[in-house]
């Protein structure tokens, strides 16, 4: 914990990540609390704090320690109005817990520009900046150079005096870390798979509808094959609905490959029963797709026999009751991919009497955002089952990515990473979670997998990361001050390039029909968050569900309205009442972007190519005929 003097301003704390209202309560419980409460003031805000975020100045005023989101302090730092709004020089320390995601258009980022731009005007009583991290990665490089330059662009990015490690500081508990036993747990690959060559069937005879009867059998069910299928959805409409049953059924491999047959079953079962509701029939390939797919209900009867089931789920069978059995107060964390699989394991596992009668309590444990598969967790949801598990009252989560950074429970001696193919920081940080003096990490794949090789590439790159950063400690003063500079201009080169297209030249293309339904010139912002659709003529192009949809928890300044949908019956988002005016907030995941130049795909709005205005309220009434007598501002 970090020792404070008598300070006059106050210490933010701030948490980036999928789980940071979770950490800024760890942080506040289990860290900082115990060790302050005698002396100062401290407090909890989140997403889920309620009225407190939207007065978060008076709390800067009222308290010495301000644990935050750092999306809730970048909102503070931009709103107008003087209940919300905070000045960096109101911070006396700025903690940045971490700190590895200080890049690109991450909120750390927009945090750091901010701090940057008034350092560099000269302005005084700027907080000192305290970055935190365990794994700074080496931005995918493949040698010392390039690691040691994606070192520096993160330390231009927090403007960094100097990296400290817990080899520079041999007596603190860092130091002491006892890192936990690695193993790999490898299996064999079916020798035979009657349900997965059925599915492998099914999508040869779409490529023989769409004329390709050559296409690579050996390519289903595999990444390479989800980027052809990206890039099918971009030419006529035949193929584009094809390649959106093609990637259902590539899902399904996916699915079949990480848990039980009958779970990839129930994923394309529920897909073409909601097909059969949404579509309409009078399309040749719907008709054909679905025709197709009644005609071969073996596919049920296939995945329901256990001579050819999972081999990794045996696997890891023998790997719980191996900790289960010899202690009954281990607990443990298996990492899988997808939400959609932490469910699936979850049911599997209560439905395993052996894995039951040695006392094992489960519970799924993923991300609050929106999700086409499964119901996404609320963030109190979240609290609830960290909890559950920090008391013993469960002793086995079932976690995406969500649980991988800061999660801090001493008893947890065993993580399982299943199946993953992710990069050195999220193997270390997934890693970290092993807190226990004496405990287990395995790596669980089928051998020789591509998931097997990208472990052992990532153990290769924790070890160059751990020269690079030794490399840039070393550094003389000059040097190290000569490489933030030139990190500095590159960052600002590539933020040159952001709106590389004027938006009125940018078509936004429906993925679901490939109707042409808005210019990027018709898209805002709203508070640097929601990314909405001003155009009244867009109405024409989607149709509103019946009922407004409810999130749990109350949102600053609007609240959700209906969903969204093309007539087509493609998904794109769902109606934001601001104030006065209805607006359509639209994810750009569901439309093609054809630019100038060429069509492209975008999974976030921050990241398209081309300018994004913000959203101007007033402006917007009078254009639309609206009463802005109700205008708070």
Known sequence: CVVIGDFWRV?????????SVHLVQQHYQHE????????????????????????????VKENDVVICTAQILQNALIHQSEEKHVEMTDFTLLIIDECHHTHKNGVYNK????????KLRGERNLPQILGLTASPGTGRATSMEKAVEHIMQVCANLDTWRIMSHNEQSNGPAAVTKQPEKQYDLVSERAQDPFGDELKMLMLRIHEFLG??????SEFGTQTYEQKIVEMEKEGEKKRTCALHLRKYNDALFIHDTVRMIDAFRHLDRFYSEEKITRPLTDESERFLLWMYDEHQNVGDLANDARYENPKLSKLEDILRDLFQSSSDSRGIIFTRTRQSTHDLHDWIQGNAGLQAIGIKTAPLTGAGQSNQTKPMTQNEQLEVIERFRKG???LLLSTSVAEEGMDIPQCNI?????????????IQAR????????????????????MRREITNETLEGLMKQAIKRVQNMPEREYLQQVSVARVKNQRKDDLKGLFNPDDVILHCKG???????????RVVENSQYVNVNANFKVYYKVSATSIVFEKKMDGWSPGRSVRCHCGQNWGFEMIYKNATLPIVSIKNFAIQTPESRVSGKKWKSVPFAVEDFNYSQYCQENLLDLSDDDD
């Open 513 to 523: 029909c490939n109707t042409a339904v808005a210019r990027g010139s018709d898209i």
């Open 432 to 451: 970290g979670r092993a807190r226990h003096e004496e405990s287990r990490y395995s790596f669980l794949a089928q051998t020789g997998s591509k998931e």
């Open 393 to 395: 009252h469960l002793n």
């Open 212 to 217: 390709d009867p050559d296409f690579p059998f």
């Open 11 to 19: 210490v933010c704390v701030v948490i980036e990540g999928i789980s």
């Open 32 to 59: 900082f609390l115990p060790v302050l409460k005698d002396r100062y003031k401290v407090i909890p805000i989140s997403g889920d704090a309620g009225e407190e975020r939207f007065f978060f100045a008076n709390f």
């Open 415 to 427: 993580v399982v990473r299943y199946g993953l193919m992710t990069n050195e920081t999220s193997m």
């Open 111 to 118: 945090l750091m520009e901010e701090y940057l731009i008034k």
